[in-house]
């Protein structure tokens, strides 16, 4: 499994390697704070030790503007609220990075013109959105542009996507929201699959001349919900990898997966339920506890294998 140690300061960043049909995409994971990537590490050990075996993984310990511009990633991800204001936190460093010189929305309005085409400019916590990052399109009048004679970069990365993963409304305490990483996540990957397939289907159809789209193969992912969300370390990566497991497991299972028992349904749930640690009193639905989900689980499990 990959280690953490990799800085702004180290040319070569940790990785895993895994086979390039893997269902997942590639993943750059993007950890400024150490426990941010252990908790990653040991929810991998925890409940999903082969991961490093399905996805190539690289870890990068820097802020984005210190990230090596010899990296390359399709895709992304973007933490970011329901109406795509991408002007907070990793949202701000991201409209920093991608936009032009004077133009501090470019980002935002790309990604709200999309959003609003998609989901009338409201995209709910949970879901996932592409969006993509045409760095060709004309800019506003008075806009100065990249200045890439003066060193400034057009399209750092070569990234051609945003993946909006809205983990709350506006910015404010998702904790209360259990399960939104997880979601986020099985979204996203859903997201990329549905945009590949997409993606080949116009490939093979195309009869030359129109502007094809790039399959995303891989992504840049920070922490979710960790900043603003107060949601914990422990908590974003178990919520995280269970989604990766849990999503390679439909790939490789389609009959099971098209057709899901109640056992198997209520096992994943409950493992997912396993990653919600102490939770306040607020926070929790009225008339219902974990422990009385946990009983309806094991029984319902118990029953349906009668």
């Known amino acids: 499994m990959a280690d953490t140690t990799a800085s702004k300061e180290d040319a070569t960043p940790s990785t895993s390697t895994a086979s390039s049909t893997s269902p997942l995409p ?48 399709d895709a992304v991800i973007s933490p970011a609220n329901s109406y795509a204001r991408l002007d907070g936190a990793f949202d701000d ?17 790309k990604a709200q013109k999309v959003l609003y085409e998609e989901w009338r400019g409201f995209a709910p916590p949970g879901t996932c959105t592409v969006i993509p990052l045409d760095h060709d399109d004309p800019l506003p009048p008075g806009v100065m542009g990249w200045d890439e004679a003066a060193g400034g970069q ?18 404010c305490d998702a904790r209360w929201d259990r399960e939104v990483v997880y979601e986020c996540i099985w979204s996203l990957l859903c997201a990329v699959d549905n945009h590949n397939r997409a993606v080949r289907r116009q490939q093979e159809s195309s009869p030359g001349g129109e502007k094809l789209l790039k399959e995303i193969k891989s992504i840049l992912m920070t922490p979710l919900a960790v900043g603003v969300g107060r949601v914990t370390a422990k908590r974003w990566a178990e919520q995280c990898v269970i989604a990766m497991k849990h999503y390679v497991e439909a790939v490789q299972n389609p009959v099971e997966w098209s057709s899901l028992s109640w056992g198997k349904a209520l096992s994943d749930h409950g493992e997912v339920v396993g990653t919600y640690g102490t939770v306040r009193t607020e926070e929790q639905p009225s008339g219902i506890s974990l422990s009385s989900i946990m009983i309806v689980v094991v029984f319902l499990k118990a029953r349906s294998q009668l």
């Open 26 to 73: 590639e993943i750059h994971l993007l950890c400024m704070i150490d426990d941010y990537a252990t908790a990653f590490n040991d929810a991998v050990t925890s409940h999903y030790p082969t991961l490093p075996d399905v996805t190539k993984i690289t870890h990068h310990d820097c802020a984005l503007k210190y990230l090596d511009q010899e990296v390359r990633f």
């Open 93 to 109: 460093a991201l409209a920093r990075a991608y936009g032009p010189r004077g133009d501090y929305g470019w980002i935002t309005r």
């Open 154 to 171: 057009k399209n750092p990365w070569g990234t051609e996507y945003l993946l909006l993963c809205p983990t709350m409304r506006v910015p």
